[in-house]
């Protein structure tokens, strides 16, 4: 089973990273969740002279923010599990093979989030590299670093959400046929991901909280989501849409 999840996965990466267009997407997103986040907490730094609690915020928040370039590349997998098969006449090859519907969901999502979680490895490498490598030893270091809550936000948060994202529309895909419409849940995650970027440090309430609710809001999401899938995935309804 394992060997059969990985050869669908196999079939979806080389589709994806062999097109020069997806390569070309790829590269300027990086570039803007790469750029963006750094230029932001570079005048945050030289603003509050390079005080390492003010940095370690900065991080934190467009840490999660640049996590969108993560959820986009995973959903542009992801997007193409079911109707991409049917664009390209090879859905019906697909299910004539031997293969438990579990297998294909899974084939199919682990895809998307091997890429997703690598896309999000490499961009908050970037940005922590600038940070830390270029202007560590300009950073005032009088405030812990990193907090719990940054290594919580970069290690467990933001990769839950690439996940989540990632199923949810390999779960939807399977009840659209259009790609384009099956791009919608990404919106809405990506909305969701801004407003918790920015609006986390001024609720007022304490952030550990705040991440420990997100935390497990994001598991039960990814769990119920998961089984819901492979509960509703019907072969019929997906050549049929």
Not at 194 to 213: Q, R
Request: aromatic share 10%; proline share 2%.
């Amino acid at each position: 089973m394992v060997n059969v999840i990985f050869e669908i996965a196999r079939k979806e990466w080389l589709s994806y990273f062999t097109g020069r267009m997806s390569l070309m997407r790829n590269l300027i997103m990086l570039a803007v969740f790469s750029i963006l986040p750094i230029m932001q907490i570079d005048a945050v730094m030289k603003a509050t002279s390079y005080d390492a609690g003010i940095v370690g915020q900065a991080l934190e928040t467009y840490l999660l923010f640049s996590s969108m370039y993560a959820v986009v590349m995973g959903a542009t997998i992801a997007v193409m599990a079911f109707p991409y098969e049917k664009e390209m006449r090879t859905i019906e090859y697909l299910f004539s093979l031997p293969l438990k519907d579990g297998e294909i969901f899974a084939g199919k999502a682990l895809a998307a989030i091997a890429a997703g979680l690598g896309g999000l490895a490499f961009v908050m490498s970037v940005i922590a590299g600038y940070v830390l490598v270029l202007n560590g030893h300009l950073i005032q270091w009088t405030a812990s670093f990193p907090t719990l809550s940054l290594l919580l936000t970069a290690l467990v948060i933001a990769p839950m959400i690439v996940v989540l994202s990632v199923l949810v529309i390999v779960a939807v895909s399977g009840f659209i046929s259009s790609v384009r419409a099956t791009y919608m849940p990404t919106y809405l995650i990506a909305g969701g991901i801004i407003g918790l970027s920015f609006a986390k440090y001024g609720l007022g309430i304490d952030v550990l909280l705040i991440d420990a609710v997100i935390i497990g809001v994001l598991a039960a999401g990814i769990i119920v989501t998961f089984a819901v899938a492979l509960k509703t995935f019907n072969r019929e309804r997906i050549v049929s849409n």
